[in-house]
C-alpha cells in the first residue's frame, strides 16, 4: 500500500503524527528544483538512523509541480521499474513508496515517516522529471 498524501493532507495532519514524549526526530530538508534546463533534488543530509524522519520539502520551483517521493531499493538510483511510455517510474511496482505528491510551485509541507534501516531512492515522479535527474539516494542506518 503506498502513502501518498496531497499536499492539503499534510498541511493539518503530519506534525500531528508526533507523540510528545518521543524525542524530536532528525529534520532532512529537501528542495525540489529546476533551473536552467535542469532539475534536481538536494538534500540537506543523505543518511540518517532508523526510525522516524521528519522531512520539510519545498518546491523551489517558480513554474513546475514537483513531488518528493521516497522508496526502499537496493539497485542503483536511476534503476528504478520505468514505464517510457507515460515518461514515469511504474508506482505500482513499488509496495512501499511513501511521499507527498503534485506539490505546488513555491509550496513547502511538513512529513514525517518512520523508515527501517536500507537503502532508498528519493524521487519526483512527474512526467519526465526522473529521469531528468530528480532522483537522489539515501541511507537509513541501525
Known amino acids: 500500500m503506498h502513502l501518498r498524501l496531497p499536499i492539503c493532507a499534510l ?13 524530536e526526530p532528525p ?3 529537501v528542495s525540489l528544483w529546476d533551473k536552467d534546463g535542469k532539475m534536481g533534488i538536494t538534500l540537506s543530509q543523505d543518511k540518517v538512523k532508523a526510525g522516524p524522519v521528519e522531512f520539510e520539502v519545498k518546491n523551489a520551483s517558480p513554474s513546475l509541480m514537483h513531488e518528493f517521493l521516497i522508496v526502499p531499493w537496493r539497485g542503483a538510483v536511476t534503476g528504478l521499474p520505468y514505464d517510457a511510455k507515460q515518461s514515469q517510474v511504474d508506482e505500482d511496482k513499488l509496495p512501499h513508496m511513501q511521499g507527498i ?6 509550496l513547502a509541507a511538513t512529513v514525517r515517516l518512520v523508515l527501517a534501516p536500507g537503502s532508498y531512492v528519493v524521487f519526483c515522479n512527474q512526467p519526465g ?10 541511507v537509513v542506518t541501525r
Open 101 to 106: 505528491e503534485d506539490m505546488k510551485p513555491g
Open 27 to 29: 529534520s532532512v530538508h
Open 11 to 23: 498541511i493539518g495532519s503530519a506534525i500531528l503524527a508526533a507523540t510528545p514524549a518521543m524525542a
Open 129 to 138: 522529471h526522473y529521469k531528468m535527474g530528480m532522483e537522489r539516494s539515501f
